[in-house]
């Protein structure tokens, strides 16, 4: 029997091996460099000379760095918030008895499939030629130049988002509510329990999980957002809706400043771990006491 576990736990090496070979290699190793280049003056193309602290100094003063975090920071927290709310309602939707839940739940998904550039660029053309023939034909100015301003900017990337992964998130939700017992619903029915009762006691503390990985989800997709931001707004007008993702590759590959965009990268992924790491801590712990 021991020898059965000894070959056992040799294959099991032998198969995830080349998995984690790559993930050393892809993911290990870049960032491992990429910590040291934020400690030198790296260009590019010249070799890099070390100058310590420099990068991390500069940031300090760097005001477009701030704003790009600010704004980046304010559309995570709504993006967070709509694309859960909106996911569990559709999940809540389409888990009902109704003809065509299927058919919706495929509908519903189906933004996600598409890339991030061409969802900006139909977006795009939605906010700037729709809503600008619309607000003409109904007299309305506030929805003419959309996206020409920082808060329709802001507003518009938090609406395509949410479209875009609404859907991805309502999976997640409909897996935990077809696992909850039916047993428990019919009994608080009997209890004469309301609607928003049974959903306050019962649904909502068994889908805790579900809120974990959701908010995870969501929360690193929306700190690391680019080629929406990029199709979109392009950060337009001036920079005021760049994301923190826009900011650091413009620093890397418009101003050849490697060294300087790779400590942003280090402080960036330091404030995401963080955040994120604390997220499931907090929804873990919330979990057990439910």
Partial sequence: MQKKVKKKGLYFWLFIAPVVVALFMVVVVPLLYG???????????????FVGLENYARLLGDEGFRNSLWFTVKFAVVSIVLINALGLGLALLVTQKIKGSNLLRTVFFMPNLIGGLILGFIWQFIFIQGFDTLGKAIGVEALQGWLS???????GLVILTAWQMAGYVMIIYIAHLESIPEELIEAAQIDGSNVFQRFRHIVFPLVAPAFTVSMFLTLSNSFKLYDQNLSLTGGAPFNSTQMVAMNIYNT?????????????????????AAISLTQVYYNKKREVEM
């Fill in 35 to 49: 910590v040291y280049y934020s400690f030198t003056n790296w260009d590019g193309i010249n070799t890099p000379v």
């Fill in 252 to 272: 890397a590959f418009a101003e050849n400043n490697m060294a300087y965009a790779q400590g942003k990268a280090v402080i960036f992924f330091i404030i995401v």
């Fill in 149 to 155: 301003t920082t808060s329709t900017g802001f507003w």
